[in-house]
């Protein structure tokens, strides 16, 4: 199924021709910053399954030394995040908020579940790390 997406303003929109992967809800520290909530959830496309209009718009933040958190630079929206090591090669993570397509994951798991905001009560019941497995 194909899948499209786009930021709050429509600088940045995505399609995605294959799979939407490795469905995580990362309730680390930054991540809680990033979205002014208790997680993001991200999934992961194949780099030469996900086309990307308004490339330019895409401004990149080096949030740690093995990380990069895209977003546009219009209008701030969270859009990608991508591992600098191997898997990044391989994949780009897709914030999942911003996809206008429906997306049902049928699994998912929960990272960085020590820096969970006290808030916020995981209940459903999908595997848990203290940090990233």
Known sequence: ???VGQCLCGAVSYSISGEITDVIYCHCAMCQKLSGSAFIAYGSVLHQDIHIIGRVNIQTFNATSGAQRKFCQC?????????????GKR???????????????QDWQHYYTENKASWFAIQDGHIQHRTKP
């Open 1 to 3: 199924m194909p899948y």
């Open 75 to 87: 209008c701030g929206s969270t859009l990608f995040w991508q591992d600098e090591g191997d898997y």
């Open 91 to 105: 994949y780009l993570c897709v914030a999942l908020g911003t996809l206008d397509s429906g997306f049902d994951p």
